[in-house]
């Protein structure tokens, strides 16, 4: 498929894991492809990955002004952007008790705020009827006792989606979110559970196994596509069936 030929699309922390799963998905299918992140190194090796149709920009999402360098970049380079998605974040796992206020603050600017400015700063350079994609979390839709900062945030991005897509719609500009379950990912490595701990997880959910990021970055590329024109305001959950479903 070549859904996005010669389409610019911007990933937010697109150095791994999701981000970089889908960075590649984009450039597959035909799109110019500019990932973020916060190391130059990690940077370089993703566009090394990734090849010729990519580009990365050190900026960190939490930081206003690194978001206006940012889109100052992709105007002069780009002119504009077709779609995005917000990836960027951060996992604060601790019991509400004894979460402070500097986790609260890092928390909250990294998954909220920065997600916030970040796509207020890109409007002007997303075309009308563009895509934004907002990566939230299946800890959304349920309670978890460590979750109690990571999971309002997450429904905070989500609830954005739902915001954005009615007050963006005389633009024809689409937003969306998806809530990922467990992935595999460099921030949640499977590998590095005990068997116990695996087998905990895993049996919660219906597929009985981990997530892909590729996964994850086909369901973004869709609901960045055409294919998904009348999808609007929504949240795809992408966890095998943790939420949905009590496995057997």
């Known amino acids: 498929m070549n859904r996005f030929t010669d389409q610019t699309v911007l990933i937010t922390g697109g150095t791994s894991g999701m981000g970089l799963a889908t960075a590649h998905r984009f450039v597959a299918e035909g799109a110019h492809v500019i ?7 990690r940077l370089d090796a993703a566009v090394e990955e990734l090849g010729p149709r990519a580009s990365g920009i050190v900026a960190d999402a939490a930081d206003s002004g690194a978001m206006d360098a940012l889109m100052e970049t992709i105007r002069d380079r780009h002119g504009q952007l077709d779609s ?11 019991p509400f008790e004894k979460i402070t206020e500097p986790d609260f603050d890092h928390g909250v600017d990294i998954n909220f705020k920065g997600v916030f400015f970040t796509l207020q700063k890109a ?3 997303l075309a009308d009827g563009g895509s934004i994609v907002i990566n939230a979390s299946w800890t959304l839709h ?10 309002p945030t997450k429904a905070a991005v989500h609830n954005l989606a739902r915001t954005l897509a009615a007050s963006l719609a005389p633009r024809a500009i689409r937003v969306n979110s998806v809530s990922p379950g467990y992935i595999d990912t460099p921030m949640y490595p499977a590998a590095a559970l005990t068997t116990s701990e695996a087998e905990a997880v895993t049996g919660q959910i219906v597929a009985g196994r981990f997530g892909r990021p590729e996964e994850v970055a086909s369901a973004v590329a869709f609901l960045a596509s055409a ?5 609007n305001g929504q949240d795809l959950v992408i966890d095998g069936g943790l939420v949905g479903a009590v496995p057997a």
């Open 35 to 41: 990932v973020t992140g916060r190391t130059r190194a």
């Open 123 to 125: 409007l002007p350079l």
């Open 142 to 151: 349920r309670g978890n006792s460590v979750l109690t900062l990571y999971s």
């Open 84 to 94: 995005l998605f917000a990836n960027a974040g951060t996992g604060t796992f601790l």
């Open 227 to 231: 294919d998904a024109s009348y999808i």
